[in-house]
């Protein structure tokens, strides 16, 4: 049986590492997932690069210079063409630096009052990055199309997902369970593609 290798997330949300080890053991990979020691320690990397690719990478590889691991970061966030890209890779402080989830989707939803039909279309992007000792080995990108619901609903999942709308589903990506949010998400099939081509890295 072969050995487990192991990858190293650039965060200290117990969260985040939960959600990926859970579809590394859905697709039954020998990779092993745990938060970067040290991590909390190391100065923020400031996401100012007007991509998510940037700020991935940049986490990346600041993340990478405290360790001698593989380390992965990511970046992620809602697009909506309508509003020039916003909220964009601005997704999580849309409404502030301290903003709540709530204040986050309050803005959106009013900046697309009056709006109909494909104005209220969106996409969620995630981009992987993967690097080592200041090397960038991998950058892995996804992305899945939808339209901004004028009310939220549904209880699960967090940011944006209460007024993220599936068409293939029809239901808000709050509405789903984690494994079917999972299977279909920007950063499920982000992660899962980075599972094939990670191996050879570790």
Known sequence: ????????????????????SAMAAEIHSTIELALLPGFSELAPFPEDAPTFAENAVGKALHASTISGEVVCADDSGLVVPALGGEPGVHSARYAG???T??????????ALAGKRDEARAAHFVCVLAVARKGNTLAVISNRVDGFILETPRGSGGFGY???????????????LSSALKNLHSHRGNAFRRLLEVLPGML
Not at 101 to 110: E, S, T, V
Not at 161 to 175: I, Q
């Open 97 to 99: 630096s301290a903003a």
């Open 101 to 110: 989830d709530a204040q986050n989707i309050a803005k959106l939803l009013a």
């Open 161 to 175: 997902d209460p007024v993220f709308c599936f068409p293939a589903l029809k239901k808000s990506f709050a509405e």
């Open 1 to 20: 049986m072969e050995s487990a290798k192991k990858l190293y997330l650039a965060s200290s949300n117990s969260g985040k590492l939960q959600e990926l």
